[in-house]
């Protein structure tokens, strides 16, 4: 990348290490150590740092235990299962590790990891690009001029009019006084958070993100 412009990478570490888990086999050292979690996350970071060369990067983790979601809907995710043994075994260390290598992880109680990135996104756009490691598609709301969206996997960046191509609209475009983006994300149903969106509307699996939005834009089917 030749832009020399300062970047910093805003890294979803908890889903980094979920998919590091999920991608390698088991592995373990001499002590019967559960290590492959640890070594598939260091892997793709070192990846990571050797293809964008971020001049900053702030590790983000998600909490043990509720955040504030629950407070307004107790059953908030509450069909995911807990941690694997293996991965609980492994978290401390993981944590160690990138401390050690002046990575301190970022870990803010009551909060997701997905609320302090955006957190900082807002913060700091002004001053630095940024670069959000995430495969989530609430983060496509942030994305402008000054922040991007690379994809955790094929590192592909989703930026302003990759947010049009994939939803159908562009990341600020409003209607009614309402940013369109956010309104589609609000009634899409997301059943690993066991939020399902408005009763009765949202039940046809042809209705993709791009579907719903040519639908509001040219029938109204349903207000934003």
Known sequence: ???????????????YFYRAYHALPPLKNSKGQETGAIHGFITAIHKLIADF??????MIFDPKGPNFRHEIYPDYKAN???MPDELVSQIQLLYKALDYNGLKPIIIEGYEADDVIGTLTKKFKDQIEILIFSGDKDFSQLVDERV??????T??????????EKFNVYPKESRSGKTALI???????CPISLLF????KLICPE????????SIKTKLSWPL
């Open 53 to 58: 060369k971020p001049s900053n990067i702030a």
């Open 1 to 15: 990348m030749a832009n020399k412009e300062k970047k910093l990478a805003l890294i979803d570490g908890s889903a």
């Open 80 to 82: 995911r299962e807990a």
């Open 155 to 164: 590192y592909k960046p989703l930026d302003h009019n990759g947010v049009y």
């Open 207 to 214: 209705w993709t993100p791009g579907y719903l939005l040519r």
């Open 183 to 189: 309104a589609l994300f609000a009634k899409l149903p």
């Open 197 to 200: 969106g408005p009763p009765g």
């Open 148 to 153: 991007s969206i690379i994809n955790p996997v």
